[in-house]
């Protein structure tokens, strides 16, 4: 906690499928008040590249809904290049107080 009272909180959503399917995101401890903001990095895993996708090229959208002091729901936009065989790990970072 910073002296003006923000919380930084990060973590990662292992296993995460490729294609649209929402994940609930639980903050290791709970926002006193408001969370405020929240990033996401999407990762693809090693064993995807040995099914033979290709990652290279590919750029997911991520997206969030609910954005509350507990956590969030997670996915990603369905409408993507990720095939539906490859899983990864979303990398979020959030800021609240």
């Given at each position: 906690?910073?002296?003006?009272?923000?919380?930084?909180?990060?973590?990662?959503?292992?296993?995460?499928?490729?294609?649209?399917?929402?994940?609930?995101?639980?903050?290791?401890?709970?926002?006193?008040?408001?969370?405020?903001?929240?990033?996401?990095?999407?990762?693809?895993?090693?064993?995807?590249?040995?099914?033979?996708?290709?990652?290279g090229l590919c750029s997911p959208t991520l997206k969030f809904d609910s954005l509350t002091?507990?956590?969030?729901?997670?996915?990603?936009?369905?409408?993507?290049?990720?095939?539906?065989?490859?899983?990864?790990?979303?990398?979020?970072?959030?800021?609240?107080?």
């Amino acid at each position: 906690m910073f002296p003006n009272g923000l919380i930084m909180q990060w973590g990662k959503v292992k296993d995460v499928p490729g294609h649209e399917e929402w994940r609930q995101l639980f903050f290791p401890i709970a926002f006193p008040h408001k969370a405020l903001s929240i990033n996401l990095t999407y990762s693809l895993t090693e064993n995807v590249r040995e099914t033979g996708f290709t990652a290279g090229l590919c750029s997911p959208t991520l997206k969030f809904d609910s954005l509350t002091k507990i956590g969030a729901i997670i996915g990603l936009d369905g409408t993507g290049s990720i095939s539906t065989a490859s899983r990864g790990v979303v990398y979020w970072f959030a800021i609240g107080y």
